[in-house]
């Protein structure tokens, strides 16, 4: 059961992640390996594109993406709704780790800013550390917002809601 304290506070601005950048080094994430970045360095690469909470299949040996998501997932801001309590409350809900994001077959998005820079990207400039905003993510149309996905309560057979999207 979810009580309702359980639920992200519906006047959270994410902008708020970005209001103290000055307390971190410029570009940390240029200058240290993932594996150094301290809890809220790492928290800070996240940019909030909601893709990580699609539900996926793995269909030998390779993941299938589907256009269905996670109950709890706000579809407009992208934004985890219970948060804190994610894996309490979702046995499957996976945490972002190093181990994660290294994990095989790859199962985050292309434009994951961890699978990024593990494998020699840099962000891209509408990540919003670069950007200075959260909102560039859906700006540039790199996050699930706006687009057609389906919650996993409507859903019965997830093959059916394959989809094949480039930035998967
Ligand atoms: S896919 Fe990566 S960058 Fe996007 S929300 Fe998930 S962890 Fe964050
Ligand atoms: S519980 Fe996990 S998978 Fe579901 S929306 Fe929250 S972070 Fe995403």
Redesign the pocket.
């Known amino acids: 059961m979810i009580n309702k304290q359980d639920w992200i506070d519906e006047d959270y601005d994410p902008q708020t992640r970005y209001s103290d950048l000055a307390k971190f080094e410029p570009e940390f994430w240029k200058k240290k390996p993932l594996e150094s970045l301290s809890k809220e360095e790492w928290e800070l690469?996240?940019?909030?594109?909601?893709?990580?909470?699609l539900n996926k299949l793995e269909i030998r040996g390779k993941i299938k993406f589907t256009n269905t998501v996670c109950r709890f997932l706000d579809c407009n801001s992208?934004l985890c709704k219970i948060y804190e309590h994610r894996f309490e409350k979702v046995p499957d809900c996976r945490d972002?780790t190093i181990e994660a994001v290294r994990e095989k077959p790859r199962w985050?998005?292309k434009?994951?800013?961890?699978?990024l820079l593990d494998n020699g990207y840099d962000l891209p400039s509408w990540h919003p550390l670069i950007s200075g905003k959260a909102s560039s993510v859906h700006q540039s149309q790199n996050s699930l917002k706006g687009r057609t996905v389906i919650s996993e309560t409507e859903v019965r057979d997830y093959e059916d809601y394959i989809v094949d999207w480039p930035d998967l």
Request: hydrophobic share 30%; with cysteine.
């Open positions: 690469l996240c940019d909030g594109c909601g893709k990580c909470c992208c972002i985050l998005p434009t994951c800013a961890y699978w």
